[in-house]
């Protein structure tokens, strides 16, 4: 994942307990205080404060003293048990922290009590090892059917053109995150639950699957609605960020690409390569193979393209389009000229007339040409994909 969980504390301080009018004992008051998870900004020795722009963008200047304690968690831990002791000298700016904030009577902040962090090349690491995580236990695909009653699911994937089903089952422990239709960056995804979940939807589980490969139970989730199209570049605008195009099943569509969108282009020596050996879904001549990952291993990627980890029943892993797509050159949005084909993955959003680009790749007329000559086994724009199923999919969390 991009960031780490709110961490729970196990403990809560509270302040003595003062007398109002004749003798009469007042019961003690804890001050009000909230969990603070975010990020260091600013750490400042004259004031003694650390300031924390937290997840939810409120930024908070907590002040320390002497009786202020720091722990460090390590990456992939979660538990306090697993903390040490630090130095206030070893908290840096952009570290990950979490703290309460409680105000004084006086309404102020009160002093930080407990400051737990983790520090940016924990951050990294602890990323590495969960995308990993994602990678090898993973599984992606399209919804087919959803079942409320039972909270399960039909999952759709693709295995080098062989369509594979499997059973998604939920529990009360699995975790759900929805993207949002203006982004796919897993930083934007908002906790969803089961119902949410709608037949069409590309989905990500990480979890295990049953030793015949017919059933996946998901520890963690993430959906959204998207849609991969072949299009036809009309013209480009530079300035304003956006491509007019026409859609091979559709009307005129504007598509805005973003500072997150991903821009590939084929080679065309790879389009050389793919014209004897049958398209994307089989082997190019020669016997060798395009830059994604052989079969039988994880196909994972990175970067907000595509996806990951499918697999066949049985625990195979199949072709996997989209880490073949990730290891292409990228290009700029001014290399596009009028006339050439994109294949994209989009967001859907209220305006059937705009898109926001998630990825765009350029250079695919020469599997167009095998799509209509029938060498891929469909149409550009048919079948649900950019090329009968070729789908671009969501990206690692």
């Known amino acids: 994942m991009k960031i780490i969980s709110a961490i729970l504390l196990t403990s809560l301080v509270t302040v003595p307990g003062t007398f109002a009018f004749a003798q009469e004992p007042a019961p003690a008051q804890a001050p009000a205080s909230v969990a603070i998870v975010g990020t260091v900004t600013e750490i400042d020795i004259e004031t003694a404060t650390i300031t924390v722009k937290s997840d939810t963008g409120e930024t908070v200047a907590f002040p320390y003293n ?203 020596q790879m389009g050389a390569m793919f014209g004897g050996g049958g398209g994307p879904a089989g082997g190019p001549a020669g016997g060798q193979r395009p830059a994604g990952p052989p079969p039988g291993q994880g196909g994972g990627q990175g970067g907000p393209g595509g996806p990951g980890g499918q697999g066949r029943p049985g625990g195979g892993r199949g072709f996997d389009p989209a880490a073949m797509i990730e290891r292409l050159p990228t290009m700029q949005l001014s290399e596009l000229k009028p006339g050439g084909m994109l294949l994209v993955l989009t967001t859907v959003g209220p305006d059937p007339t705009r898109a926001n680009a998630i990825t765009v790749v350029s250079g695919i007329e020469v599997f167009a040409a095998m799509m209509r000559g029938g060498g891929g086994g469909g149409r550009p724009g048919g079948g649900g994909g950019g090329f009968g199923g070729f789908e671009l999919g969501i990206g690692l969390p």
């Open 66 to 268: 002497e009786k202020s304690a720091f722990k460090k968690l390590p990456p992939g831990k979660t538990m306090m048990a697993d903390a040490t002791a630090i130095a206030l000298t070893e908290v840096e700016v952009g570290d990950r922290v979490t703290a309460k904030k409680r105000l004084t009577p006086e309404g102020k902040i009160a002093p930080i009590t407990l400051m737990i962090m983790m520090s940016k090349g924990d951050i990294a690491k602890k990323q590495e090892i969960e995308r990993e995580a994602w990678k090898t236990r993973g599984v992606v695909g399209t919804v087919g059917a959803v079942d409320p009653a039972t909270k399960t699911a039909t999952l759709n994937l693709r295995a080098r053109g062989e369509a594979v089903t499997v059973k998604l089952v939920t529990g009360e422990k699995t975790a759900f995150r929805r993207y949002q239709p203006e982004s796919v960056k897993f930083s934007d995804a908002k906790v969803s639950n089961f119902d949410e979940i709608k037949v069409g939807d590309q989905l990500r589980a990480l979890g295990n699957r049953s030793e015949d490969g017919a059933t996946y139970t998901a520890e963690q989730i993430v959906f959204g609605t998207f849609r991969t199209i072949t299009v036809t570049v009309e013209a480009v605008d530079a300035a304003k960020n956006e491509i007019r195009v026409k859609q091979a099943e559709g009307g005129p569509l504007t598509l805005v690409v973003s500072a997150d969108s991903n821009l590939r282009q084929f080679p065309a």
